[in-house]
């Protein structure tokens, strides 16, 4: 072998071998957070072709987290590279890939954590509530803190379960961020289903003018992405949501009539809403 292999060098091809593979893991049937999993094989596999590895440029030291007695010894090496840092490649490219099939939207914004979990956890599981090691893993896919980011603002957790707020929910909670997506444009989002639902789509229009995000393309993406997976209402599927996913299906409904009133030449008519138009059709 020759001299030192750096991880900068190696990364892409790891970020490549998973590209490569993605597709036909979808066709093959995985889909949810058995996707980020099957990712993973052929991440570690061309990560191990290049073993050992180090850095070129140093990483950033880890928040201080509580060290427990094994690990009180470990000395942070800014060099050192981890099979970790093969599974976060991964995790980043099927997180951007399933993205990119949920919003056609032209822009290239990227979505941040929160949002991206929001819409994945409803992508993945299609309910409200389903296990928290479940969405423990889906939290480290898209690379958010579930305790400090999700639980108390986007969702709680009861018992063994995690259960997804909705806007109407998390404003009674006082749980929704500032409606400028500064915490995250699940925020923003939600601030505007909830203005829909109650004062309606003047003032919500002018709520997110204020805010600053109505123009924004990381905005209309998040919109896009979230209209491809939350549950539609009656009006727009002719099917009576289930009682659990009503308050979801209300956020729909709200988002929705917002996205044909004020960015219906940006912002396509939910692709999902295509399969509810064929059932009524054939009836």
């Keep these: 072998m020759g001299g030192t292999m750096y991880w900068e060098d190696v990364e892409p091809e790891v970020a490549r071998a998973v590209r490569a593979r993605v597709d036909e ?13 099957a990712s993973f094989g052929p991440a570690l596999e061309a990560f191990s072709r290049h073993w050992p590895l180090t850095r070129g440029t140093p ?24 099979p970790e840092d093969a599974l976060n490649a991964a995790r980043r490219e099927v997180k951007a890939r399933r993205l990119a099939q949920l919003a056609s939207a032209k822009a290239q914004a990227d ?17 409200v509530s389903f ?35 909705d806007s109407a929910t998390r404003v009674a909670k006082g749980a929704v961020g500032p409606a400028d997506g500064s915490r ?5 989002l939600h601030h505007a289903a909830h203005v829909m639902r109650t004062r309606g789509a003047e003032a919500a229009q002018e709520m997110l003018e204020q805010a600053g995000v109505a123009k924004e393309d990381e905005f ?6 979230l209209l491809e997976v939350l549950p539609p209402s009656k009006t727009f599927s002719g099917i009576d ?40 059709e054939a009836d």
């Design 59 to 82: 990483a950033p030291e880890p928040k201080k987290k509580r060290r427990t007695q094994g690990d009180m010894f470990e000395q942070f090496d800014p060099y050192a590279v981890r």
């Design 241 to 280: 949501a289930d009682k659990a996913v009503k308050p979801a299906a209300d956020d729909f409904d709200a988002l929705e009539k917002l996205r044909r009133i004020a960015y219906d030449g940006e912002i396509g008519e939910p692709q999902q809403l295509e399969l509810y138009r064929e059932l009524m």
């Design 131 to 165: 296990p928290y090691d479940e969405a423990l893993r889906l939290a480290r896919a898209v690379g958010v803190d579930l305790d400090v980011q999700v639980i108390g603002r986007l969702a709680e957790k009861k018992a063994a379960e995690i259960k997804l707020w």
């Design 184 to 188: 995250g444009m699940i925020d923003a």
């Design 25 to 37: 893991f979808q066709q093959a049937g995985i889909q949810g957070v058995d996707l980020y999993l």
């Design 220 to 225: 209309k993406v998040a919109m896009e992405a």
């Design 111 to 127: 979505m941040d954590g929160p949002t991206a979990f929001y819409v994945l956890a409803w992508d993945a599981f299609k309910a």
